[in-house]
């Protein structure tokens, strides 16, 4: 797929929750090939920021040529961001990346924690009707069902103190909702913590399970190998920008 | 773009311009297609090629700094021998010239290296004694005028490719490095390469690299590296390729004047990946309007 | 702020925080007054003062780069004669330590130019040998060991204030340079000076900076100042005051971390001439949040 | 005077023709007490340029709070200022520097070239009534008058190219402005080749004349030592953002 770089159009840009914000952008070109999985690295010409910053893309629209980010405000580069404006203009990088490996038909579940949560949006819209499974700390942090609602059969919550769904982690719920459904693929994004736990399962259980990295980036193209790793399983060099950032489970834990 | 204006002739490498993509910074070419015509660009030159397979440093690789970055990646490559299958067949199908950059752990090692890649595609050789991110090989012979100049002879006597040693500007006084490579045989000279730097995470008290120390590159280095580029153009003779910090066609004038034959662009190909095209796409304007009918021509104009 | 917290002593001198204003950025403390509380600050650092008065160099002095500046300056003072009888009456009047930062042609001249400091309302001397920008003295004692070792005896010979000597980033081997000024009785090491670097106009052809080159500061070096405080730090006894590029209360922790005891504000103050009492500011609440006791705690904690 | 630090807010900033702007800002401190030849440094924050920059005061408006701008497009950071919009903040150290001396009850001819005639606006309100002179390239250069008039007796103009008023440089119109008027005081700001005819030509009818450089500045409070001169008649060290920007002008020529 050919890596495009255009001048987007800042459509909306808004909190949906004070640190979580959402942005849609106008970039026709990249609403149209990009897949669930991939990923844009952005800069807002004039700024302050040197190094573009990677985000998923959490939606797509190839009819409204619109694509979404939804990010968590970090430092410097994603304060930048939420000053942005709508009509405002920001230097979007991408399709890039190798996205998940969608599987029609199959009955996937989406094991999400934190902004990991946000390309399984764009992800679950593809699906058909998969079974999601989401943490966040708190209630205030479980907004994202808003978001996945509307493509998901069934949504499981985690909340660490229990205020919203079920108490825990999101590892913890995993065998309970393993037995209640029958799972034949998961794709996970989220710390890297929570994805090994999803992992071991999966593995134990038989089911396939991709998960999806995230790395320091500086080129997000492959040329500077800021990003790489080796595969556990094949030993392979991987680029998590190039080659990733989603691979199969038994590569990375 | 005029082709006879930007045209030239690099340490007997022909280009169709003076801007090339710098080491490290620009993978093997091919990742660029998607974003400009590399076949029109003035050379590409690869990442660092070592004798064997090298996965690179641990952790954290690479940090943001105010106009510019920090790398450690450690030469992470292939190796000679599977540059040589797998990735050189690949390269040869652009019509640009390949310039490939070693390393390796002592001057004997560099020159069979050297001798491993005198072969077709390869335009020329860069050898970098100057990386600051790897113990062995690297930034020794970039310190020591004897033992740059010992590398260089090494890597003479087993190429018929051009010989570009790339210096470290991590010295008291470049011209001296420039001067004994320049006396040990070396065809040209590129300079600089990354200035070493380090940063600290104030919350975990740890490096934010995993190798403590990285190299320091784009916007923040160029006063530095142009200096050292004018320095190092008056003291020698073979021709200069100028790199450190280059980010538009403004500062790649400068080098020129400053006595650069050529440019490289590093870490700004990560900020916009059209900026080897569009820099001398900027050079060609400018000469232009200058009234200057070769780009040769303002290299080394400086008045001082 | 609490006091208690933030006061410290270097090299014997008392200190209300450890932050300070840099010579040749921070005049003589008292055009800093409309903007912060001057007697709550560390220390304040002159401009460089040489035995004879100096007009400096000619043409333009300063330019802006990414992230940082040039200045070739070159030491434009009144002379240390006119220092003491017009300058420092006036300072005596603020409760801050003054560091005088001096330099001279030879050794026996810096160690002339010590004695006729070694006055009331002098808290310590801070020795040059890193400016970049003059011909005689500054730069060829600070690339130099024995050079170096030699004006730091010199010094200590004809005074009795604490003696800081400032050593330059030019340079191969900055723990060499420490270790020379450590042996020959520096009581502190202050680092980094400027990094010389130049500018080009690129439609005159000629240098932007009258002399040249200058010395590139500001944000942009913080990565190699902090790296080189790091390596001093660990390679010497003395105490360590770091500087360059620092612009909030972040990086002067980075620095203590690094090993540095106390923190100089260049080129910021004149982003922000608020910059060093808010960075002391700054380190203090940061200090509250860690339940760190003493700023002295956090010096050199960094884990490798 | 105490030298202040705000945070001020745009009130317009519009150009006045497409390479010379307008900005008006509500810095309510500063318009209280700055003087006419006294300068400010400003700053966007999370701006691309590092150092401040230094722009006379234009006018000042103690009753409304604001002080304008007015500033020729020459680089990244008057790009900067250009790209402002109403209600954005924007960093302003000053009042700067040492302004002209105001002789109310001189009769003041006021000498200005380029956007050296910013700073006469100001002058000229504060005066009685003075004479001025100033020089553009081209007719479209001479907008300034616009802004004089409600200050001045008489505004001579010359454009280099003849379309609006004398042809020639300003300088060469003085000895006739000089004649017609009863001038006991030169004040003049703009390219230093201009400063230096008035010099001359004051020098030579006596008239005292005060002219206002413009030097390199990075610190702008006199600490640095960028933009230090020797003075002609004293051999004195000025700093020319302390000590000037107004200087007597057989201290300069
Ligand atoms: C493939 C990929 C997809 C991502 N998708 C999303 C997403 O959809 N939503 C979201 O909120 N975040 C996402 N992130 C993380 C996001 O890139 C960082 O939060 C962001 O770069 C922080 O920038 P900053 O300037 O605000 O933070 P700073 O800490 O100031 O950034 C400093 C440097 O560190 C890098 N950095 C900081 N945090 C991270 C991180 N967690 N991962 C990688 N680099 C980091 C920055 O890119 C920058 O180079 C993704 C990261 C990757 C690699
Ligand atoms: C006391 C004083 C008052 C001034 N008043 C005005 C005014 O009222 N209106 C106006 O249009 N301009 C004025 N100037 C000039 C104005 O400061 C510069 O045009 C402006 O700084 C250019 O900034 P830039 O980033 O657009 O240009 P760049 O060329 O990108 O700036 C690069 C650096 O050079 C400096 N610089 C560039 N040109 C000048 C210059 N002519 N004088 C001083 N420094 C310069 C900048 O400050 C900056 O540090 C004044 C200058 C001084 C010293
Ligand atoms: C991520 C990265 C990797 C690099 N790898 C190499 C390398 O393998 N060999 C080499 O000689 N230089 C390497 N360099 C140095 C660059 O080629 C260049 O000399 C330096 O970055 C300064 O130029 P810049 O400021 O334009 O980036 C690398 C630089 C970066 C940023
Ligand atoms: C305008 C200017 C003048 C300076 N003059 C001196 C000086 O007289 N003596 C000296 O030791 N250092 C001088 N320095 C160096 C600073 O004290 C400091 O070491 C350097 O700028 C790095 O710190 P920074 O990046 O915070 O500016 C000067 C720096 C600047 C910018
Ligand atoms: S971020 Fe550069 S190779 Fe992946
Ligand atoms: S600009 Fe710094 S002294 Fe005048």
């Given at each position: 797929?050919?890596?495009l770089l255009v001048d987007?159009?800042?459509i909306?840009?808004?909190a949906?929750?004070?640190?979580?914000?959402?942005m849609?952008?106008?970039a026709?070109?990249?609403?149209?090939?990009?897949?669930?999985?991939?990923?844009?690295?952005?800069?807002?010409?004039?700024?302050?920021?040197?190094?573009?910053?990677?985000f998923?893309?959490?939606?797509?629209?190839?009819?409204?040529g619109?694509?979404t980010?939804i990010?968590r405000?970090?430092g410097?580069?994603?304060?930048?961001m939420?000053?942005?404006h709508?009509?405002?203009?920001?230097?979007?990088?991408g399709?890039?990346?190798?996205?998940?490996?969608?599987?029609?038909?199959?009955?996937?579940?989406?094991?999400?924690?934190?902004?990991?949560?946000?390309?399984?949006?764009?992800l679950?819209?593809?699906?058909?009707?998969?079974?999601?499974?989401?943490?966040?700390k708190?209630a205030?942090?479980?907004?994202?069902?808003e978001?996945?609602?509307p493509?998901?059969?069934?949504?499981?919550?985690?909340?660490d103190?229990?205020?919203?769904?079920?108490?825990?982690?999101?590892?913890?719920a995993?065998?309970?909702i393993?037995a209640?459904?029958?799972?034949?693929?998961?794709?996970?994004?989220g710390?890297?913590?929570?994805?090994?736990?999803?992992?071991?399962?999966?593995?134990?259980?038989g089911i396939?399970?991709?998960?999806s990295?995230?790395?320091?980036?500086?080129c997000?193209?492959?040329?500077?190998l800021?990003?790489?790793?080796a595969?556990?399983s094949s030993?392979?060099r991987?680029?998590?920008?190039?080659d990733?950032?989603?691979?199969?489970?038994e590569e990375?834990f | 773009?005029?082709?006879k204006?930007?045209a030239?002739?690099?340490?007997?490498i022909k280009?169709k311009?003076?801007?090339m993509g710098?080491?490290?910074?620009?993978?093997?070419?091919?990742?660029?297609?998607?974003?400009?015509?590399i076949?029109g660009?003035?050379a590409?030159?690869?990442?660092?090629i070592?004798p064997?397979?090298?996965?690179g440093?641990a952790?954290?690789?690479v940090?943001?700094?105010?106009?510019?970055?920090?790398?450690?990646i450690?030469?992470?490559?292939?190796?000679?021998?599977?540059f040589k299958?797998?990735?050189?067949?690949k390269?040869?199908?652009?019509d640009?010239?390949?310039i490939?950059?070693?390393?390796?752990?002592?001057a004997?090692?560099?020159g069979?290296?050297?001798a491993?890649?005198?072969v077709d595609?390869?335009a020329?050789?860069?050898?970098?004694?100057s990386?600051?991110n790897?113990?062995?090989?690297?930034?020794?012979?970039?310190?020591?005028?004897?033992?740059?100049?010992?590398?260089?002879?090494n890597v003479?006597?087993?190429?018929?490719k051009?010989?570009?040693?790339?210096?470290?500007?991590?010295?008291?006084?470049i011209?001296?490095?420039?001067?004994?490579v320049?006396d040990?045989?070396?065809?040209?000279?590129?300079?600089?390469?990354?200035?070493?730097g380090m940063?600290?995470?104030?919350?975990?008290?740890?490096?934010l690299?995993?190798?403590?120390?990285?190299?320091?590159s784009?916007?923040a280095?160029?006063?530095v590296?142009l200096?050292?580029?004018?320095?190092?153009?008056r003291?020698?003779?073979v021709?200069?390729?100028g790199?450190?910090?280059i980010?538009?066609?403004?500062?790649?004038?400068?080098?020129l004047?400053?006595?650069?034959?050529?440019?490289?662009v590093?870490?700004?190909?990560f900020?916009?990946?059209r900026?080897?095209?569009?820099?001398?796409?900027?050079?060609d304007?400018?000469?232009?309007?200058?009234?200057?009918?070769?780009?040769?021509?303002?290299?080394?104009?400086?008045?001082?």
């Open positions: 797929m050919k890596k987007a159009v800042v909306s840009n808004e949906v929750i004070p640190a979580v914000w959402k849609v952008l106008w026709p070109e990249i609403a149209l090939c990009v897949q669930p999985g991939q990923f844009v690295a952005i800069r807002k010409s004039g700024g302050i920021t040197f190094l573009r910053r990677p998923s893309v959490a939606d797509a629209d190839p009819e409204q619109t694509i980010l990010y405000l970090v410097q580069g994603t304060a930048e939420a000053a942005m709508a009509d405002e203009h920001i230097n979007v990088e399709p890039l990346g190798t996205g998940f490996s969608i599987r029609q038909g199959d009955k996937a579940l989406l094991v999400g924690g934190g902004v990991g949560i946000a390309p399984l949006i764009f679950a819209r593809k699906l058909d009707r998969p079974v999601l499974l989401i943490g966040g708190t205030e942090e479980t907004f994202w069902s978001f996945l609602e493509y998901a059969e069934k949504i499981y919550i985690t909340t103190d229990g205020s919203v769904g079920r108490k825990g982690f999101t590892v913890q995993l065998p309970d393993l209640e459904n029958e799972i034949t693929g998961i794709s996970t994004c710390p890297m913590i929570m994805m090994q736990g999803v992992a071991e399962i999966a593995a134990k259980e396939p399970c991709e998960v990295m995230e790395k320091r980036m500086a997000s193209i492959g040329v500077c800021g990003c790489t790793f595969g556990k030993g392979k991987y680029k998590v920008c190039a990733g950032p989603v691979f199969p489970a990375v | 773009m005029d082709k204006r930007m030239l002739e690099f340490a007997g280009m311009t003076p801007v710098a080491s490290g910074t620009f993978g093997f070419g091919l990742e660029y297609a998607d974003f400009m015509d076949n660009i003035g590409i030159i690869s990442k660092g070592t064997k397979p090298r996965p440093n952790g954290v690789r940090a943001e700094t105010p106009a510019g970055m920090l790398n450690s450690g030469l992470e490559n292939p190796g000679v021998e599977a299958t797998t990735i050189l067949p390269i040869k199908t652009i640009t010239p390949l490939v950059n070693i390393s390796a752990g002592s004997e090692e560099y069979e290296l050297a491993e890649l005198d595609g390869v020329a050789l860069e050898v970098n004694i990386c600051p790897v113990r062995e090989g690297g930034i020794v012979f970039g310190t020591k005028p004897e033992a740059a100049a010992s590398v260089t002879r003479k006597l087993h190429t018929s051009p010989v570009i040693v790339k210096l470290s500007p991590n010295v008291t006084d011209t001296c490095m420039a001067k004994a320049e040990a045989g070396a065809d040209a000279i590129s300079l600089i390469n990354t200035i070493t940063a600290i995470d104030i919350e975990s008290w740890q490096p690299l995993g190798n403590i120390t990285g190299g320091l784009g916007p280095i160029k006063p590296a200096r050292m580029v004018w320095q190092t153009a003291a020698v003779k021709p200069v390729l790199l450190g910090g980010s538009c066609w403004q500062d790649a004038v400068e080098f004047l400053a006595g650069a034959s050529t440019v490289a590093g870490a700004y190909n900020v916009n990946p900026a080897v095209e569009e820099i001398a796409e900027g050079i304007a400018y000469l232009a309007r200058k009234g200057i009918s070769q780009v040769s021509e303002l290299v080394g104009q400086i008045k001082v």
